[in-house]
């Protein structure tokens, strides 16, 4: 299994970003997918995570509004959308894969042990 971030780069305050993860290497509409983020000298946050029905999407307090996860089964790739970026935006992003087909159907995607990593992409708010 394989998820590739990429889309993150330098960016004004203000300004706008879209990730894309793509998947390989598994079955990706069957799979619960989330964006997380790691400051320097912070843990790793949760920002954003989908459900591998694609009805239900979940996002971090500070990102609501700004962000928007999607995804492409077709194309094995989730998106995150990021608008009205600030400097605290700035980030680390990874992508996460956990199976979610036959699981519970409310788990919570925010606090969930993802199976699979990315090797995450760089953004940065520049203020």
């Known amino acids: 299994v394989q998820l590739v971030e990429s889309g993150g780069g330098l960016v004004q305050t203000g300004g706008s970003l879209r990730l894309s993860c793509a998947a390989s290497g598994l079955t990706f509409s069957y799979y619960d997918m989330g964006w997380f983020r790691q400051a320097p000298g912070k843990e790793r946050e949760f920002v954003a995570a989908i459900r591998w029905s694609g009805r239900n999407t979940y996002y971090a307090d500070s990102v609501k509004g700004r962000f928007t996860i999607s995804r492409d089964n077709a194309k094995s790739t989730v998106y995150l959308q990021m608008n009205s970026l600030k400097p605290e935006d700035t980030a680390v992003y990874y992508c996460?894969?956990?199976?979610?087909?036959?699981?519970?159907?409310?788990?919570?995607?925010?606090?969930?042990?993802?199976?699979?990593w990315g090797q995450g992409t760089q953004v940065t708010v520049s203020s």
């Open positions: 996460g894969a956990d199976l979610g087909a036959g699981y519970q159907a409310n788990r919570d995607l925010a606090a969930l042990d993802y199976r699979y």
